[in-house]
């Protein structure tokens, strides 16, 4: 059940996350490839400083009928997605707030919100898939499975979006666990 649960759910997020990025890959720019832009995408994996520089864009708070939709990725390399890719996924109710951490948990702790959905999504090198949980999902995950993801906007102009992030996340057999720390973005804006 639980193999079935994380099979079902991170085809689901793989697809979301890849539909964003060839969206983003197919969106017409001014002819930058991203490289010199400035924009990227770093965090922490267990202490390990990762950076994406080579392709990092997103979307703030766009309206959907169901929710208000934030969503961000940071490649390695330019539409490269299968690999080292982080991917960043945020629903809320109502309009998204800039400096407000978005969590994947209850909380009633100042300045923090259970979000709708506050998900992140990893590739590594090699393209193993790794993603945070809700805490809708714990009953269905192993036990000691933590449902840890925050998300945060600190600025959305409109060129880009700036925020940070952090969480844990699992492979597909939860036999490997990822704490990401100190995640910061600064994203190219295309809505």
């Known amino acids: 059940m639980k193999q079935y649960l994380f099979s079902r759910f991170s085809l689901f997020i793989l697809l979301l996350a890849g539909i964003m990025t060839i969206a983003y890959s197919c969106k017409k720019d001014n002819g930058s490839t991203g490289d010199g832009s400035g924009y990227y995408m770093r965090f922490k994996i267990n202490g390990t400083l990762v950076e994406y520089k080579g392709q990092v864009e997103g979307t703030f708070n766009k309206v959907t009928s169901l929710q208000h939709n934030t969503s961000l990725a940071g490649l390695k390399e330019a539409l490269v997605a299968n690999k080292n890719n982080m991917t960043l996924l945020l629903a809320t109710e109502d309009d998204t707030q800039t400096g407000l951490s978005y969590t994947s948990y209850t909380t009633s702790a100042s300045g923090m919100q259970k979000a709708k959905l506050a ?73």
Not at 147 to 152: E, L, M, R
Not at 176 to 184: A, D, F, M, P, R
Request: net charge negative; proline share 1%; glycine share 10%.
């Open 119 to 191: 998900n992140i999504v990893y590739k590594d090198e090699s393209g193993t898939d790794y993603l945070s949980w809700m805490e809708e999902f714990a009953t269905g995950l192993p036990s000691g499975t933590e449902t840890n993801a925050v998300i945060k906007v600190t600025e959305a102009a409109s060129g880009y979006i700036k925020g940070n992030f952090s969480g844990v996340m699992y492979n597909a057999d939860y036999s490997k666990k990822l704490n990401v720390t100190e995640g910061e973005f600064y994203a190219r804006r295309f809505n």
